[in-house]
Structures are given as C-alpha cells and as structure tokens.
C-alpha cells in the first residue's frame, strides 16, 4: 500500500533542499558582485619628450578610471601645466626651460593613480651649441722632442724666474712701466743663472668679445718670445694669467658654463700656434683660480679638464706635451684640503700641478700694520731684530716652510707628480735705513734662498716672482745682487 504522506514529505524536503541550493546560489552570485573591483586603468602618452636646447612645449595624455592622479618632475627646468585632476582624460603640456649649459640634461616625470599605480615619461634636452666657433686644428700626433714625463722633465729645471708685468699687463706688453721682452734680455736671464722662465700671458684683451678668436698679432708676439728662450735651451712655462679674472674670478656654477668654453677656445688657438715647439715648452691652465670650497674646486677641475682636452685635441707635439694645473688659490693648505685629485689625462704622467709661495704675507708683501698683526721687516734664525721687536715675525718662519712643502710633497711629488712653485718673493722695505734696512735685506736672501734649497729637497720647483727689480730689462744688469746670489748659490 502507497504511504501517499510519505511520498508527499520526500517531495517538500527536496523541493526544500533545491530552494536552499538556489538560495544559496544567488547569495554567492551577489556577493561575488559585489566584491569585485574593475581592472585600474592609467596611461600617459607617450612615455618620452625630446626637447631641443631652446626648450619650449610638448602634451601627454593622460587616461585613467581611478579617482584621481598627481604628477611631480624631479627637475624644476621641467614643469607641468596641470598637477592634479580627477578628470578621466586630459592632455597636460610639459615645459621645458631654455639649456643654457654645454651639456644635455634629462628629467622624470611621475604620474599617480590613486596613490597606487605610477608611470613615468622620460624627458631628454639637448645642450646649447658652443658659445664660441671651434679652432680646433688637429693634426697627427708626433712625439719628437717630447719624450720626457713630467718627473723627468722637472727633474732638469733647476730655477726659474718669472718675467711679470709684461706680457700679462692690461693695456699691452709695457702697460705696467717694463719694456718688451728681448731675445737679450732672455739670454742675460739665462746668463745670470735661470734654466727656466715662467711667462705670464694675457689674452682675453687681444681676444674678440664675440668669437673668443685671439688676435694673431698677439698670437704670432708671444711665439716670438717663447721661440727667445727655446733658442737658448730654456724652459717655459705659458700660462692664461690674471687676465682681468675672466677664469680665476667665476669658478662659479654660474660661471662654469661660459668659463669653460672661453677657457676652450682660447686653449685651442694658443696649443695650435706653439704646437711645434718641443718638451721646453710647458702650458699652464691657469694663475690664481679663487676656490674655497668643494663646489667651487669642483668648478675649476673642469676648467683645468677642459684646458687639458683642448691642447690634447690639437695633436702633434701638443698630444705630448707636460701640462700644469694650478691648486685652489695656488695655496698650499687649501690645495693639500680641496685638490684631493687631478683631472683626466689620456696621457700617463704628463702632468704638474703649481701652488704659489708668499708666507708669511706680513714679511712677503703686507705694506702697512694691521689690528690683528704687524708687518715682519724681518724674518729667519739670527734675522730678528733686538730694537725693532714690533716688526720681528711670530710665525711663518723656518718650520712653517718645512711643513707646507712637506704637504705638497706628500700629496703630489711622492706620487711622481711634480709641484712647480711657479710664484715666490717678498717686498724690499724701502723705508727702512741703517741697521734696520741692514738686517731686513739680510733676512730677504736668507729667506729667499731657504725657500729655494727647501724647495729643492722636497721636489718643488722654484720659479722667483720678478718685475724688474732683480734684472734691469732695459739695460741687461743685475739690480739686487745679493737676492741673486741668495737664489742661484
């Protein structure tokens, strides 16, 4: 017999359990719905701007599904005309500023979704064109002549003399009260005892403010005197000098850019027209360049690279030729701190570097007494005055020039990297008399010659700082035979 009750409760519990499974099903389906999130979307188009050195304008676009995006440069010469939007789609335009260096740049810019997804377009800038035309006049190389390094080749100068006040004067060779340079007066510098002359050189004044092009007039002087003291187995040492600071005065950021391309095209004519002379000759980068800090060192090593690449360039003898770099205000101390490397050479061990010598300045060229210290009439064991002890020195004396030139010998000579003291001297005191003017020459050739046999002893080379006042130029004698006898015995 059919129990009809219990095939009708079999059908409601499975009509039950289909209802739950159905239940149960859409339930899921809508908390599935309900979880899941749309695929983000972000896009910036294109990836990359190229701009030239004049800069100006270009647009990306920018698509999104997010809420909101930001964008930020890490270069502030490179500049969006919208930050932030919350706008789907929009096309941003990227500024780029004028290049004013001699050197390309890049940037980045950043885009952020919903502070999660990021994408990034490179930015490229071409650097500006030379300021200046090239004089670059390459020629083969030719090692003739030049086979000595820079130790070698120091190791041949005995002592040097500047010529000052001539060829570096503004307003011309005779500007500053000295007559031009002779063939006679440079065999008389060799007869009086000098292997080595230090010619300072201006050029900026004979250049053209435009194109930076030397004067060939000027060019063709100043080979002329190099070839004087060439002719008489001298060497030379041909700098860029004072030069109204064009160099030594911007070693700057600001400054680096047109410095450098100056510094570039000048080196360019002046390694061209003496590229035929042999090892006598020597090129210095610079004089005095003002330095006082990292930043500022950092400058003027690119000058002194620049100075190196430009005579390099030109080939021919100049591809081997010894080249001098100057230390931060040619000071020791500041040199031994900031000067920790050289620039880049494609030539091994070609190079010098150069400090120049005036301590103590109260003895070597203060001219009037100060508060914070007096003028040294008089300086050295055995100089010191026993009436005048205002005037005596109170340091800077024997064991001060033993330790700086201990410095330099460390950091450079050591090293096989020769050290020209390309400047040395101190004033006469011409108000002086008597016992006073007595004991204070005799303290000048003790200390010039101190400095000299010092020098010597540690790998310096001494070059005297002269404006005429040791050899008559207009008469081939010696004017102050004592401070001669002191440098060259």
């Known amino acids: 017999m059919v129990d009809h009750n219990k095939i009708k409760m079999k059908k409601t519990g499975k009509l039950f359990i289909l209802t739950i499974i159905l239940v149960t099903f859409f339930i899921s389906c809508k908390k599935s719905d309900a979880g899941s999130v749309a695929i983000p979307v972000f896009k910036v188009s294109p990836n990359s701007l190229n701009f030239t050195e004049a800069g100006g304008n270009s647009t990306v676009t920018i698509t999104m599904n997010g809420s909101s995006w930001a964008a930020t440069s890490d270069q502030s010469w490179c500049t969006m005309s919208v930050n932030t ?268 570097a150069e400090i120049h010598f005036y301590t103590p300045w109260n003895f070597c060229g203060m001219t009037a007494d100060e508060s914070w210290g007096n003028q040294f009439y008089y300086w050295g064991a055995g100089n010191h005055s026993t009436t005048d002890l205002a005037h005596n020195p109170t340091w800077g004396e024997e064991p001060e020039v033993d330790r700086l030139f201990l410095l330099m010998n460390n950091q450079f000579v050591a090293k096989n990297i020769p050290v020209i003291i390309g400047e040395f001297g101190a004033i006469l005191r011409t108000n002086l008399t008597g016992t006073a003017l007595q004991l204070h020459l005799a303290s000048r050739a003790y200390f010039f010659n101190y400095i000299k046999k010092q020098a010597i002893a540690n790998g310096l080379l001494p070059f005297f700082w002269d404006t005429g006042g040791l050899l008559d130029r207009k008469n081939n004698t010696v004017s102050d035979q004592q401070t001669l006898d002191a440098l060259i015995k």
């Not at 100068?157 to 063939?183: K, V």
């Open 85 to 352: 939007s919350k706008t789907a789609s929009l096309q941003v335009t990227v500024t780029a500023a004028a290049n004013t260096s001699a050197t390309a740049r890049t940037a980045k810019l950043m885009f952020v979704m919903d502070n999660k997804s990021v994408v990034y377009v490179a930015i490229s800038q071409a650097a500006q064109k030379s300021i200046y035309p090239s004089y670059k006049d390459s020629i083969a190389p030719d090692a003739t002549g030049m086979s000595s390094d820079a130790k070698t080749l120091a190791s041949k100068i005995t002592i040097g003399l500047n010529i000052g006040n001539t060829l570096e004067a503004i307003g011309g060779e005779t500007a500053w009260g000295n007559p031009m340079i002779t063939s006679s007066f440079v065999q008389f510098v060799k007869q009086s005892g000098f292997n080595a002359i230090r010619l300072p050189c201006s050029w900026n004044q004979y250049a053209n403010q435009t194109t930076a092009k030397i004067s060939d007039t000027w060019l063709a002087r100043v080979k002329q005197v190099v070839q004087y003291c060439v002719d008489n187995n001298l060497y030379v040492v041909l700098n860029i000098h004072w030069d109204g600071g064009w160099l030594e005065n911007n070693c700057t950021t600001a400054k680096k850019d047109s410095v450098n391309a100056k510094q570039k095209a000048f080196w360019e004519q002046i390694a061209t027209t003496m590229r035929g002379f042999d090892e006598h000759v020597i090129f210095a980068s610079a004089n005095e360049p003002n330095a006082a800090d990292s930043t500022q060192m950092g400058v003027l090593m690119s000058y002194h690279q620049t100075f190196i690449d430009a005579v390099r360039s030109t080939g021919g003898k100049n591809a081997y030729r010894v080249l001098v770099v100057q230390g931060p205000n040619t000071d020791i101390e500041t040199t031994n701190k900031l000067m920790t490397t050289l620039p880049t050479d494609k030539i091994a061990n070609k190079l010098m």
